[in-house]
């Protein structure tokens, strides 16, 4: 089965608790959540997933996020509209179990044994190499300030340029420029360990 087909069968089950718990909203509410729900589950799912590697941990992301907005009887101000507001909601949920995997982990990420090494050839070593790196990385995110992850993965993970990271935070497209430059600095020492001597 693949990962497409699992999110799908996941999103659908999802879907029906998140409708259980719209029934029993606030008749206004559920006016105008659902149809940002139909529109945007998928994408904050898939946010939720990048972040957190994990189907289950998604899921509980975007119910987690929904049924913040569930209990809202208006609507947030969408000032760019639905999708920016619910990929850093689905971010912000999704760092938070990051972190706490990261605080409830016994072993550093310096800890980690090195080893890892970029194989040329393709193989399950390659994959799980891949794999390995992943989860160091969105442990790595775990360590960071949670504006700083934010930014990191609003634009790295999600595709959002500068300009629409600077407005969602009410700040410069400079001074987004420098926070993730100095992110990426940050993150590539710590990665640095386990990347084999290859930068």
């Not at 987690?64 to 569930?70: I, K």
């Not at 790196?133 to 595709?159: C, K, N």
Request: aromatic share 6%; charged share 30%.
């Amino acid at each position: 089965m693949t990962l497409g087909v699992v999110v799908m069968d996941e999103d659908r089950r999802e879907e029906e608790r998140v409708e259980a718990a719209l029934a029993e909203t606030h008749p206004d509410t559920t006016r105008w959540l659902e149809p940002v729900y139909r529109e945007h589950a998928t994408s904050v799912l898939r946010t939720a997933y990048r972040v957190t590697g994990s189907v289950d941990d998604a899921e509980d992301v975007l119910q987690t996020v929904f049924l913040r907005l569930a209990r809202r009887e208006v609507p947030p101000e969408f000032t760019h509209g639905p999708l920016p507001y619910l990929r850093r909601a689905a971010t912000n949920a999704a760092l938070d179990i990051v972190q706490s995997r990261r605080l409830r982990s016994s072993s550093p990420l310096t800890a980690v044994p090195d080893g890892i090494v970029v194989d040329r050839a393709p193989g399950p070593e390659r994959v799980q190499a891949g794999r390995e790196l992943r989860d160091r990385l969105r442990d790595a995110l775990g360590g960071l300030s949670r504006r700083h992850a934010e930014m990191f993965v609003l634009r790295y993970f999600e595709g959002f340029d500068n300009v629409e990271i600077a407005r969602q935070y009410d700040t410069s497209a400079s001074t987004v420029a420098v926070t993730l430059h100095r992110v990426r600095s940050r993150l590539a020492d710590l990665m640095a360990p386990h990347m084999g001597g290859i930068q």
